[in-house]
């Protein structure tokens, strides 16, 4: 079976892609994953917040450099950062030195600034591509759908200024015509959209009176809003796409494939069950595609989409009322 598929302008031997995840911030791990047949790995990501502390910092530091050696260190460590800007771009020389396959830096924010300048130095420090999360949930009242909208292509504008390598953009599922925002992504000269990024969302201690963060990995559930907005998407743009959240087997990866991915990020699936299990995952990928004659991954791809479904409908509003009316006690 040809397993190979097209992401952001490379060929890929599979469509199984490591997202941005902890197995990817150590080149041993990251030898690992392309041991088990991996088709590209998103290091885990660098956020805004760290970039902003890292250089706030350092003019602090150069501010009492020359007092005495003793009183830069009273300067808090960036506790909780992992990397750092500066360890980020050594791991992702690191990492490009050590495998063969693409290496997908990965940039984590949500307001325009700065920090954006850090785009460049991933993609000379060697990444093939960068993913851009724009992670931000909007909660003041005064900001309109268009100003979160706006927010968002400022910075896609600032990086895609920055770099030359290809860009993806990770989207929440939160915007009010996502259809259209793909287009004007498209029209910014991204390369790619990745549906979803997933909010962590916070949990109530009641008897502590405390929000908590609550940390919990996917299940295969998620994958149906991904497999609705790839199919919608699909066969309107002629951008990468890609699905995380919910892929956890073959048959996830099949879906999100006849849906109109490129490739499917697998985070939760590799945390519970180590690099190994993307090995699995293709052989049970073959084994499916050699029973269903599929020839290869391209043949497949977008073959479910809402442009080619024999029922367009069931993406649509005309399915919600026959779903409600098929439910019996």
């Known amino acids: 079976m040809d397993l190979r598929t097209d992401y952001l302008g490379f060929e890929l031997s599979n469509p199984v892609v490591c997202g941005a995840a902890p197995l990817g911030s150590n080149v041993d791990s990251i030898k690992n994953l392309e041991d088990a047949g991996v088709g590209a790995i998103v290091l885990p990501s660098l956020f805004e917040e760290e970039i902003q502390r890292a250089v706030s910092a350092h003019l602090a530091m ?3 450099g020359e007092v005495s050696a003793e009183a830069t260190s009273l300067f808090p460590e960036p506790a909780g950062y992992r990397l750092g800007p500066d360890g980020y771009l050594e791991l992702v020389r690191k990492a490009k030195a050590a495998v063969n396959v693409p290496i997908i830096g990965s940039l984590n924010g949500a307001t325009p600034g700065g ?13 093939d591509a960068l993913e851009l999360n724009l992670y931000f949930l909007a909660t003041d009242a005064s900001a309109s759908a268009v100003d979160v909208e706006n927010r968002g292509f400022e910075i896609v504008r600032a990086v895609r200024e920055a770099v030359s390598i290809p860009v993806a953009v990770k989207l929440s599922p939160f915007y009010s015509s996502l259809a259209n925002l793909a ?4 029209e910014e000269k991204m390369n790619g959209l990745v549906l979803f990024n ?14 908590k963060p609550s940390l919990r990995l996917s299940t295969e559930y998620e994958l149906l809003l991904r497999l609705r907005w790839l199919a919608v998407l699909s066969g309107q743009t002629g951008m990468s796409l890609a699905a995380t959240g919910g892929a956890h087997t073959a048959t996830d990866v099949v879906k999100a494939v006849m849906a109109g991915a490129h490739c499917v990020q697998m985070v939760s ?6 690099p190994s299990h993307i090995k699995r995952v293709l052989e049970a990928l073959n084994f499916w595609m050699e029973e269903h004659e599929y020839e290869s991954i391209r043949q497949m791809q977008g073959s479910m989409n809402l442009a080619r479904t024999p029922n367009p409908e069931a993406y649509s509003r005309a399915n919600y009322v026959k779903i409600l009316d098929s439910w019996e006690e």
């Open 269 to 274: 699936a590799l945390l519970i069950h180590g």
């Open 115 to 127: 920090w954006t300048d850090y785009a460049a130095k991933i993609e000379e420090a060697g990444a």
């Open 183 to 186: 287009k004007r992504f498209e």
């Open 62 to 64: 150069e501010g009492v």
């Open 198 to 211: 997933r909010f962590y969302q916070a949990d109530i201690d009641i008897t502590e009176l405390e929000v």
